[in-house]
């Protein structure tokens, strides 16, 4: 299994930029993909970005051009970038993980909360 903890959430105002960290613990060579999903007040969860081993990336097209998802495989860390935040990008941000050894699982950490204020 792998254990994955989130930080780097706050309260910015519109234009400004928040750095998020998702540090991966337990059988990180399992992991295949991980990615960063929000929930908005009175929203459905949905997927910001992800990234799997092969450096591919994914953005949503409500963040693309201001969010940038990396990693340090060495930290085995996932950071999301975001920049020029918008008030509709406040919401809860989950890292999750998806991978399999002996089986698929599919990770996910505690959740940190992200406010944009106008």
């Known amino acids: 299994q792998v254990h994955l903890v989130e930080s780097g959430g706050g309260l910015v105002q519109a234009g400004g930029s928040l750095r998020l960290s998702c540090a991966a613990s337990g059988d990180t060579t399992c992991i295949s993909a991980m990615g960063w999903h929000r929930q908005g007040p009175g929203k459905e969860r949905e997927l910001v970005a992800d990234i799997t081993i092969g450096d591919t990336t994914y953005y949503a097209d409500s963040v693309k051009g201001r969010f940038t998802i990396s990693r340090d495989n060495a930290k085995n860390t996932v950071y999301l970038q975001m920049n020029g935040l918008k008030p509709e990008d406040t919401a809860v941000y989950s890292c999750?993980?998806?991978?399999?050894?002996?089986?698929?699982?599919?990770?996910w950490g505690q959740g940190t909360q992200v406010t944009v204020s106008s």
């Open positions: 999750n993980a998806e991978g399999g050894c002996a089986r698929p699982f599919s990770s």
